[in-house]
């Protein structure tokens, strides 16, 4: 089991930045990658970033280069640092943990997050 608490968010003008940050507990042992996704209203829940137990990320295209996913000081924490924002941007930030174990591989979400992003 794993829970997730996110933090962050609101609202802010275009162009603006935004950090958001998610602390896992739990059995983060079994974590293979921590990151966010999002959903605007009538689209469907999209990836925005990831990191993978080797550090290695993953950006959707629609945010790379302004968006950067990190850890925290604390191994169970990342953070996603939002810059040059725009009203597309707008939508619930979800936290998600993927984790793994025993073949088993198991999807944990936090309660989300709202970003808005006012032209």
Do not use: H
Not at 45 to 65: F, K, L
């Amino acid at each position: 089991q794993v829970q997730l608490v996110e933090s962050g968010g609101g609202l802010v003008q275009s162009g603006g930045s935004l950090r958001l940050s998610c602390s896992a507990s739990g059995d983060i042992d079994n974590i293979y990658s921590m990151g966010w996704y999002r959903e605007a209203p009538g689209k469907r829940r999209e990836q925005v970033a990831i990191i993978i137990t080797d550090d290695s990320t993953n950006y959707g295209d629609s945010v790379r280069g302004r968006f950067t996913i990190s850890r925290g000081n604390a191994q169970n924490t990342v953070n996603l640092q939002m810059n040059s924002l725009k009203p597309e941007d707008t939508a619930v930030y979800y936290c998600n943990a993927d984790y793994r174990t025993r073949g088993r591989i198991k999807d944990y979400w936090g309660q989300g997050t709202q970003v808005t992003v006012s032209s």
